[in-house]
């Protein structure tokens, strides 16, 4: 039978966990978003970001700057959150507009408030094997696969794509676990050959149902990454449904993947909130 990996089930879990943490402390958790402009599906992340602190008693914050922002003033921006001791959390939303240098902006923002991970000095730890903050998808994605007991230790772990925020650090992630990983990318030869292989395989591509079945052996356990919108509003992943019925698990769209990036984004925010002053 094939075991469907819930995000919706997994992500209650956790911030069910996180909630009764926070109810016992005095001080709150505080994440601050800082947006800059008006992008539509940026207002939409922002919202659902909110509504999910508020769900775990966390304080939220939201930070809007007019897209003229120069890059200097929005470091200074940076340095009074990176300052206030009362905020323990800071995300920069991206996209940034163009005039705007994103990884210089992720650089400014103090290592132990950057609760997605993205500094350079949170990514040289995970690939060292220490402690630091994991962008919130790889971080959801080892979480739901704990969360069904899917264990990784010595399996073949194929991630699909290289992208800075999902298949690298995941692939650094699940190495750091003891699994023996290989990364697939556009200039991949072959790529059939090596998803074929994958005890689970990790696809984060970004092309609509690109992974049929002729991609996978059976058995496997497939974790779906890509979101994508149809026609007619419904949303759907990377992985094509036809592959399912030979995986012994999967991560359906929705309901996969995507509530797993919040609740991480929810733990890391509590790290950071624990961790504070030290
Ligand atoms: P990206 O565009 O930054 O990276 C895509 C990667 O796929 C690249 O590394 C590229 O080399 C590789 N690739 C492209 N074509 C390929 C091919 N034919 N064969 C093999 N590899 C190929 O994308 P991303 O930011 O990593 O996101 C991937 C998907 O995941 C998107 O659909 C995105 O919307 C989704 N996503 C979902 C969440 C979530 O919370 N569920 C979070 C982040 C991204």
Redesign the pocket.
């Known amino acids: 039978m094939t075991l469907i990996l819930n995000g919706v089930a997994a992500s209650q879990a956790i911030k069910e966990q996180i909630k009764q943490t926070v109810t016992q402390e005095r001080e709150k958790p505080h994440l601050v978003v800082v947006l800059v402009g008006d992008n539509l599906a940026s207002e939409v992340y922002v919202k659902n970001k909110e509504k999910s602190c508020k769900e775990v008693g966390f304080m939220s914050s939201v930070k809007r700057y007019d897209s003229t922002i120069s890059q200097e003033a929005l470091f200074k921006e940076l340095d009074k959150l990176n300052n206030d001791k009362d905020i323990h959390g800071i995300i920069v939303q991206l996209p940034l507009p163009n005039h705007i240098n994103a990884n210089e902006i992720i650089d400014h923002i103090a290592p132990h408030k950057d609760v997605d991970g993205f500094h350079p000095l949170n990514v040289g730890n995970l690939h060292r094997g220490q402690s630091s903050f994991v962008s919130?998808?790889p971080l959801?994605i080892l979480r739901l696969l704990e969360f069904y007991s899917i264990d990784v230790v010595s399996k073949h772990v194929v991630v699909?794509?290289?992208?800075?925020?999902?298949?690298k650090p995941i692939a650094a992630l699940l190495l750091n676990a003891n699994a023996t990983v290989t990364i697939?990318?556009?200039?991949?030869k072959n790529?059939m050959h090596h998803t074929k292989q994958a005890d689970i395989l990790i696809?984060?591509?970004?092309?609509?149902q690109?992974i049929t079945e002729e991609y996978v052996k059976e058995g496997v356990v497939i974790v779906d990454?890509?979101?994508?919108r149809n026609d007619d509003g419904t949303l759907c992943?990377?992985v094509h449904p036809s592959a399912y019925a030979l995986s012994s698990a999967y991560s359906p769209?929705p309901k996969?993947?995507?509530p797993?990036?919040?609740a991480a984004l929810l733990l890391n925010t509590l790290q950071a909130f624990q961790e504070r002053g030290r």
């Not at 697939?184 to 991949?188: L, R």
């Not at 696809?203 to 609509?208: E, L, N, P, R, S």
């Not at 990454?225 to 994508?228: D, L, N, P, R, S």
Request: aromatic share 0%.
């Open positions: 919130a998808t959801g699909v794509g290289r992208s800075n925020i999902v298949g697939t990318h556009s200039k991949t790529l696809v984060a591509v970004g092309i609509k690109l990454v890509g979101i994508h992943g990377d769209v996969g993947v995507g797993m990036t919040i």
